[in-house]
């Protein structure tokens, strides 16, 4: 059995990562963690009351879930296990200790920029995966629906 760490953005795009799991790994069984990147709360109040479950079934859309349930229906063969875990470091150190933890040394990433992390707490794991991992396999890919910005961000009205 391979355990494979892959970033995920809750979107169903971002499951294709794990069909590319399943290819450079073939005739293996696929324990993959799906990781996404979350700040903690800045206050006592919120750590103490700070759940990942509870920040994971926020994430999760109703159309990803039934998208990686079918997903993992249709190759139950290959993937032993799929889990979600939140990476909450701020550094190389606290990455290396949370994949120590995870007992993961293969990751798969998208080359570029793929993922869409909107929001001030969510950060894209994918560079400390790519500076940390021991192998990490690039893919490219392309998404076939534009990631929308927040109608009335910062950014959005600086670039009027």
């Known amino acids: ?4 760490l892959i970033p995920t953005d809750f979107t169903v795009e971002s ?16 324990d993959i963690i799906l990781v996404y990147g979350l ?3 800045d206050t006592r109040w ?7 479950i509870r920040e994971i079934n926020k994430l999760t859309t ?7 349930n079918v997903f993992v229906r249709e190759h139950s063969d290959t993937i032993k296990d799929l889990r979600f875990e939140l990476f909450t470091g701020l550094n190389s150190f606290a990455f290396q200790n949370f994949s120590e933890q995870l007992g993961v ?13 909107n929001g ?3 950060f894209d794991p ?3 995966i790519k500076k940390n991992m021991e192998k990490v396999i690039e893919i490219p890919l392309e998404t076939t629906v534009e990631h929308q910005e927040a109608r009335f961000s910062i950014s959005s009205l600086l670039n009027l």
């Open 62 to 68: 109703e159309t990803y879930a039934k998208a990686k």
């Open 39 to 41: 700040r903690l709360p």
């Open 105 to 117: 040394k293969d990751a798969i990433v998208p080359r570029g920029k793929f993922l869409n992390y």
């Open 126 to 128: 994918t560079r400390f």
């Open 1 to 4: 059995m391979k355990r494979v």
């Open 15 to 30: 499951l294709q990562l794990i069909e590319y799991a399943i290819l450079n790994f073939p005739k293996t069984k696929l």
């Open 120 to 122: 001030s707490k969510c």
């Open 46 to 52: 919120g750590l103490t009351h700070f759940s990942a």
